[in-house]
């Protein structure tokens, strides 16, 4: 086996970096590092690394530097859209440096993304659903993974241990800036806030659903997203969810039926610092939808899901999961799983009356499809998970050819260009 010169970024709030650049030191590979903040440099665990004090403007420079000084054949990063990466993914591309793109997983919770040149919209696997079906046929029944128990508190004390590590960036990263729209006091101040006010929330989501079930009523769930995800400030026409609220209210008003409504759910790690309430209420006033529209802070949204009519997203994994509980569902953007036979490929103001169910058997292969060349079993903030995954990850790392490219190769697409195809949704009349 060749070995292999790698360069790490920037990591998850998790000694999951650490662990896996250990792994590949041990299979006989080079492994250098970059610290951008303090953060890096505590959870890279006490191994040697570059520190980065400069401004985002000189960072191409530097680490194109690195590549040639000391023969970087690999870099390894989470999240292609972090302003410290994207200088660093068009650099490799000039000079030839593979970059593996890390993300949360595309099927969770007991799986991980890793992927070659960028993820989200930027992921290379095919958008051609005929693809998936000759492909997903010859491919083994994947399932969910093995399962691992991973608690929210662990996540929680890594989030905590990172940012508070961020005091000293002044000092030693005085260049830094952070992809976070918000600074860590302003944010636990919010979760703070939020989780003081859910105790009672929960009771009157719990009764707002259960009149639902109770009276049969037909309606469609918008579940939020963070407005300060990738997903949204680069993979979407919308700047937050106050547009996407608007847009969709917008449409269902002109054009869902009257006996229908709209659940909106809001996302279970919002910061709390946006009142969508208020914002809600307030469109409803203005566009007549008053008892039509509810709000939700809390709730089980595969039950709400399982009795919906439809789901609208703009790129969110829920969208996946709607699609995996045969749930009519359409996409604002192009998520990986946005593909004729799965998504409603019309625009939105004629979903509320033509949606049809996803093909499940269809969804049987393009999920082993993804899972097989994209997804690895494990997780990155708890030991279990990353006992599961650190391995497998090594290996894939240094594999000449990545699964993806392997069944490219066997089965090759019959539309050229079917791979990156991302079409732009209609949003005429969008106010």
């Not at 976070?180 to 105790?199: D, I, K, M, S």
């Not at 203005?286 to 919906?308: C, K, P, W």
């Not at 045969?326 to 409603?344: E, V």
């Amino acid at each position: 086996m060749t070995s292999r010169v790698f360069l790490f970024l920037q990591g998850v709030c998790s000694p999951f970096f650490a662990r896996l650049a250990q792994q590949l030191r041990a299979n006989g590979h080079t492994v250098y590092k970059i610290n951008f903040n303090a953060g890096d440099h505590l959870y890279w665990g006490g191994q040697s690394a570059w520190h980065y004090r400069g401004e985002p403007a000189d960072l191409a420079n530097f680490i194109a530097d690195k590549y040639l000084e000391f023969g970087i054949t690999d870099q390894v990063l989470f999240g292609d859209r972090r302003p410290v990466h994207l200088p660093a993914v068009a650099a490799a591309k000039a000079y030839g440096v593979q970059t593996h793109v890390f993300e949360e997983g595309y099927f969770r919770p007991y799986w991980i993304t890793l992927e070659r040149g960028g993820v989200n919209m930027h992921s290379p696997l095919p958008k051609d659903p005929d693809w998936y079906w000759e492909v997903g046929g010859a491919l083994p029944e994947y399932g969910d993974g093995q399962p691992f128990r991973s608690q929210f508190s662990i996540r929680t004390v890594h989030d905590v241990a990172y940012h508070v590590a961020g005091f000293w960036n002044p000092l030693f990263y005085p260049g830094y800036k952070t992809h976070a729209p918000v600074t860590a006091p302003v944010e636990y101040a919010g979760y703070l806030r939020r989780f003081a006010q859910l105790h009672w929330q929960k009771k009157r989501d719990a009764a707002c659903i259960n009149e639902l079930y109770e009276f049969g009523q037909s309606y469609y769930v918008l579940p939020l997203q963070l407005n300060s995800d990738a997903q949204i400030r680069d993979h979407s026409h919308f700047d937050n969810m106050q547009q996407v609220i608007s847009y969709v209210m917008h449409s269902f008003a002109l054009h869902a039926s009257s006996n229908t409504k709209l659940i909106i759910k809001n996302h279970p790690l919002d910061m709390g610092l946006e009142d969508y309430p208020s914002y809600i209420q307030q469109l409803s006033q203005t566009l007549d939808l008053q008892g039509r529209v509810d709000y939700l802070e809390s709730g089980d949204l595969n039950s709400l899901l399982e009795h919906a009519r439809g789901l609208v997203t703009v790129n969110s994994t829920a969208g996946g999961l709607a699609v995996s509980l045969g749930c009519p569902t359409i996409t604002l953007s192009d998520p990986i799983y946005n593909l004729p036979g799965l998504t409603f490929q019309g625009d939105l103001d004629d979903f509320w009356y033509a949606s049809e169910p996803p093909s499940m058997a269809l969804l049987s292969r393009f999920r082993n499809t993804v899972i097989h060349t994209s997804q690895l079993n494990g997780g990155f903030y708890c030991k279990a998970g990353n006992r599961l995954a650190i391995g497998p990850c090594a290996q894939r790392l240094v594999s000449a050819v990545s699964p993806l490219d392997e069944l490219l190769r066997q089965f090759p697409l019959s539309i050229p260009d079917a791979t990156g195809l991302k079409p732009t949704p209609n949003f005429a009349g969008w106010v």
